[in-house]
C-alpha cells in the first residue's frame, strides 16, 4: 500500500528529472573544476550519454540507484504497490542501459556508470573519475 494518494504520488513522480539531476550537477560541477570539458546530453550516441568527451570517446552515465535497479544498494528497493508494473519498468530500464553500452562499445566508446549513491563519497567519485578519462 502506497502511502501517498495517487494524485501526490503521481505529483512526486512527475518532479523527478532525467536530466540536470542534483547528481549530474554535482559531477559536471567537479569534472569542470579540474579542467576537464565535455558535451551534455548527445543525442546522436545510444542512452543519450549525460556527459560525453568525443576527444578522448568516453561517456559517463549518471543513474538515479531506483531507476536504474542498482544491485544491493538500499536505494534501489522496489516498491511494494503495482508491483508488476514496476518490475517490468525498472527491468526495462536496466535492459535498455546494458545494451546502450553495449552498442556505445562497438562504435569505439569507453563509458562508465556512476550510481547515485556513489556521491556521498565525492573524493572516491573524483580520483573514479579523473582515472577513466586519463587512461588511453
Known sequence: MDTFSKEKRSE???AVKSKDSQAELSVRRMLHQAGFRYRLHVADLPGKPDLVFPSRRKAI???GCFWHSHKNCPAARRPSSNVEYWEAKLE???KRDKENRKQ???LGWKTIVIWECELKYPDAVFSK???FLDEM
Do not use: Q
Open 12 to 14: 512526486i513522480m512527475r
Open 61 to 63: 552515465f549518471m543513474h
Open 92 to 94: 526495462r530500464n536496466a
Open 104 to 106: 556505445l562499445k562497438n
Open 129 to 131: 573519475l579523473t582515472h
